[in-house]
């Protein structure tokens, strides 16, 4: 989508701070960290939210798992956090699925 900051970064239009890409998603550190370790991970393909997820796109979404397990044993980080906000009122803000992964401090339960 054109005008999808997500879909922006994933053309290059707009920099990030890689830690990963394959030819179907990508992984670049969050510009407004929220734990030591805070990185994203995106389908290169735009999809809206998980709420977008269907049969077709399911492959998709099951890599950027495969991903965070890959990513998070390069950093040496065991213990971590997988979020993904769907919807305003969730505290999506990029609508562009997305998985957020915080690492490096406490978390508490439930989240805010
Ligand atoms: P959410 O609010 O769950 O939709 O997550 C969107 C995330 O994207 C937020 O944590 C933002 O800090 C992050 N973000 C927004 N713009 C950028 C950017 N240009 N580079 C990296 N992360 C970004
Ligand atoms: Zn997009």
């Known amino acids: 989508m054109s005008d999808c900051l997500f879909c922006k970064i994933v053309k290059g239009e707009i920099p990030s701070k890689k830690v990963y890409e394959d ?9 407004d960290p929220q734990a ?4 994203l991970v995106i389908p290169k ?3 809206a939210s998980c709420g977008a997820i269907t049969a077709d796109n399911s492959a998709i979404a099951a890599h950027c798992f495969e991903v ?3 990513v ?3 950093l040496g980080v065991t213990d971590f956090r997988v979020v993904s906000n769907c919807g305003e009122q969730a ?3 990029v609508p562009h699925l997305h998985f957020h992964v915080l690492a490096g401090r406490d978390m508490t339960w439930p989240p805010g």
């Open 23 to 31: 030819d179907q998603c990508l992984a670049f550190y969050d510009i």
């Open 36 to 39: 030591p370790v805070h990185f």
């Open 45 to 47: 393909t735009h999809i």
């Open 68 to 70: 965070i397990a890959k």
């Open 72 to 74: 998070t044993k390069e």
């Open 91 to 93: 505290g999506q803000s």
